[in-house]
């Protein structure tokens, strides 16, 4: 990973103490002057805060934010929060949502928001099955009983097209988050996010995967997004966001541990052990071949492209399908590459 080496707001903080007390009175004036030139930004979350966010909480912890004149402030999401829309209209200045096709069906439906990276390579949507019955492969899932939640609905429709199945060839059955109906037999396949390490134990050494990556739909998740207005009137702004979550990103990967004490000291409601047991998990999606060749964030044209037609081969956009370059862009991720860690 490239380095630069810059004066930050915290090593000079760092530098006054060690002069000692005698000089804080001109700490706080330092930190005053600081504050005045430090512009908080508002990152919308699709979801409640997790490990989906260690890189952003990594780098605000090591002032790569304030480095860029920026302090974060996170913004949790849930069942009644529309993140992208909260972007859209100028509350917060950057999102990141569990999914992809968020963005395509967003901008389908005319805001203006535009994706700059994608923080997972691949998307951990996951289909989990056990042994006893064991779905491996597409094939597998006819004559079998999906239990997904309504919202992933659309995720199985995708892959039973990409692959030829019809769809009265297999059972839906609506559940939320519960592992259960495999155990119970209600269900032969349950859904999932394979970073989800602690809802999945309890199906333990018997549990068969497939994700939805190697069944052909290839999403990307927690994709960062802005506005158009923000990329054409603060693009500065722009870069220096993306190149912090980046820089942090880096520092995950070198710092799973430190990186999950961050976390739960952030959130203490979550779990150390669960989240020490799913940082592997999160790390390997975040980093992998292809941003070990182009580095953290990276994305194609062609993978969106290919996202776009077979939503659209489904119905699923209001109107007409959104162009690819008006659901992303490059042109961030080019603007920063020094700075995006290229580890894989």
Known sequence: ?????????????????ALGAAFV???IGIERAWAADIHTIKLQLGWLAGNG????????????FAEEGLALDVVAGGPNVDGVASVASGRAEIGSISSSPSLMLARSQ???????????QQHPFTYFSLEKNPVREPKDLIGKTVATNGTARILLQALLAANG???????????GADMSPLLTGQADVVTGWKTNVSALSVLGPERVDMT???AGIRLYAN????TDR??????????????AIARGWGWVHDNPEAAVDILVSRYPNLDRDAELAAVGSVVEYSFNEATREHGWGTMTRENWQAQIDIYDRLGQFEGAAPAVDDVMTLSVLDEIAAMRPVYG
């Open 1 to 17: 990973m490239r380095h630069r080496t810059k004066l930050d707001r915290r090593s000079l903080l760092q530098g006054m103490t």
């Open 25 to 27: 009175g001109t700490r």
């Open 53 to 64: 966010i260690l890189g952003e909480l990594a780098a605000d912890e090591n002032g790569y």
């Open 110 to 120: 005319g805001l203006p928001v535009k994706c700059i990276a994608a923080g997972y």
């Open 165 to 175: 199945i019809p769809e009265d060839q297999v059972e839906v059955l609506v559940m």
């Open 212 to 214: 939805l990556w190697d």
């Open 223 to 226: 994709p960062y997004y802005v």
């Open 230 to 243: 923000s990329l054409n009137e603060n693009p500065e702004q722009v870069r220096g966001m993306l190149r």
